[in-house]
């Protein structure tokens, strides 16, 4: 997508506006750090922007922003159009990556027909919304009824800005949702989910003893914990448990330290914990061997080689170990953990679990799990399983962020408008299907009865991991299809 200009008669003078294109916004929002909770900035530059063209805009308590363009001309009597999107984004590094997320913008990079960000996640989940959004409310030149941009906050970390924000005067019939990753699909259900987080209390008073080790899972795929949790990928946190449990068993051991994942709603890629043990090296050797050789055949074909490092750590004396170490072990070998149950009619994920964050600090051990089920109750039971099985290891338990799915609706009039505009676009058929990830449709559907969704949006691979990239092409064409859904007349 190259740059254009239009010419606009002013008073004797003509004035000329550089366009920019949807790349273009993209590329600068990514400049702008907004990991979730780290939003204030994107969202001032959202009202600026209102502001720069002569917007009207709304800038709520929460920092969700709401800007709004009057209907082109022959269109003021068309259903209204929301589109939507959220600031955040699951902002993670790799190991060694020497980059503030809070502070500084992604380092992009174009490789292949990909736009990736350089020892980070990229952030398209969900800045290509915004840039969209950005690129329509710009352009003067098309068609489309009145518009209502609605881009929400901390939509990561439990959808606290749909969950915060007063759609009272929201006029919009038909919400296109640009929060997916799959161009060809129209998604036109989704999962509900809540945030399960744990804590054990733990006294670490037991001086160190035997050998120190510092212990390592690494090499995991990852991923999102809604759309890549049907490919059975391994969980870094889980593994770390099932690995502690085989060297307890082999001798007296404790932990120093452990961790593991970054988001609740990512599987995590990688663990690590730190032990004291009184296990002979020859057998501490042994467990290690065999775990790596059992965890490399039980996920062959869906990992890659999964890898197990081993420091010998010196120099600990002084050091303190935990009190709890087994009933911790225990607790990550007994949960569930990935898909739960299957849809019986169709092949989807109805109900999930995923262990996303594993943290040993002072105030104790904590467990934080993300659950998605497309059924109330599914959702419900297994947040009383998981609950039951850490309360009796005295974990205590609070929940968070819990928000309702969205039921698939056969009358939806925007489904089949965005059918027939795909159609126009692509000269075939889209796939209309539901997701297991959770959007936000359902908690926006709840505050305003009458609104008819669907979501949509181009290629982008590997979100909330560092391997995230965007697929160029699939950009345009997107756009197109979100052009053409605008310009669609009922009327």
């Not at 980059?99 to 736009?115: F, P, Q, S, T, V």
């Not at 609070?398 to 698939?408: I, M």
């Amino acid at each position: 997508m190259k740059q254009f200009a239009i010419m606009i008669s002013g008073k004797g003078a003509l004035r000329k506006i550089n366009m920019k294109n949807t790349l273009d916004y993209f590329k600068e929002i990514c400049a702008i750090p907004h990991g979730s909770y780290n939003i204030d900035a994107i969202s001032d530059h959202l009202t600026d922007f209102a502001k720069e063209h002569g917007l009207s805009y709304r800038q709520d308590d929460l920092k969700n922003v709401i800007i709004r363009k009057p209907a082109s001309e022959g269109y003021e009597n068309e259903p209204g159009i929301i589109i939507q999107g959220h600031m955040d984004m699951v902002a993670v590094k790799d190991e060694g990556v020497e980059i503030d997320l809070e502070k500084e913008g992604l380092r992009l990079e174009e490789k292949d027909g990909y736009l990736f960000a350089k020892g980070t996640s990229l952030g398209g989940d969900d800045g290509i919304a915004l840039a969209y959004s950005l690129r329509i409310l710009a352009d003067d030149t098309l068609k489309h009824p009145e518009l209502e941009c609605v881009f929400t906050v901390n939509e990561e970390v439990g959808m606290e800005g749909a969950i915060g924000l007063d759609m009272s005067d929201i006029k919009g019939r038909y919400l296109l949702n640009v929060d997916s990753e799959e161009e060809g699909i129209i998604t036109t259900s989704c999962a509900g989910g809540v945030t399960l987080n744990s804590l054990l209390e733990c006294s670490c008073d037991t001086e160190s003893y035997g050998d120190t080790y510092l212990l390592e899972i690494k090499n995991l795929k990852g991923g999102h914990s809604g759309t890549s949790i049907h490919e059975g990928r391994s969980n870094a946190c889980i593994l770390a448990g099932r690995l502690l449990d085989s060297i307890i068993k082999k001798g007296k051991t404790d932990l120093i330290g452990i961790s593991g994942g970054e988001k609740e709603n990512a599987i995590p890629a990688s663990s690590s914990m730190i032990i004291c043990t009184e296990i002979c090296s020859e057998d501490f050797s042994d467990v290690i061997n065999d775990f790596d050789k059992t965890v490399n055949e039980e996920y062959e074909g869906i990992e890659d080689e999964i890898v197990i490092s081993v420091t010998p750590l010196s120099n600990t004396e002084g050091v303190k170990c935990i009190d709890k170490t087994g009933i911790i072990a225990k607790a990550l070998t007994e949960v569930p953990d990935g898909v739960i149950k299957m849809c019986e009619n169709i092949d989807m994920v109805e109900t999930s679990l995923n262990l996303g964050v594993m943290r040993l600090d002072e105030q104790g051990f904590k467990l934080t799990f993300c659950i998605r089920s497309s059924i109330a109750k599914e959702k419900d039971d297994l947040k009383e399983k998981v609950g039951t099985i850490l309360a009796k290891k005295g974990f205590k338990l609070a929940l968070s962020g819990d928000y309702p799915g969205w039921e698939f609706n056969p009358e939806s009039m925007l489904t089949k408008r965005c059918v027939e505009c795909y159609r126009k676009v692509y000269s075939k058929e889209p796939e209309v299907l539901g997701v297991h990830a959770g959007l936000e449709c359902g908690i926006l559907m709840e505050k305003k009865k009458n609104l008819d969704c669907v979501s949509i949006g181009p290629n982008i691979l590997n979100i909330h991991t560092t391997g995230e990239k965007l697929a160029l092409d699939s950009v345009e064409r997107t756009e197109r299809l979100i052009l053409e859904i605008i310009a669609y007349k009922e009327n």
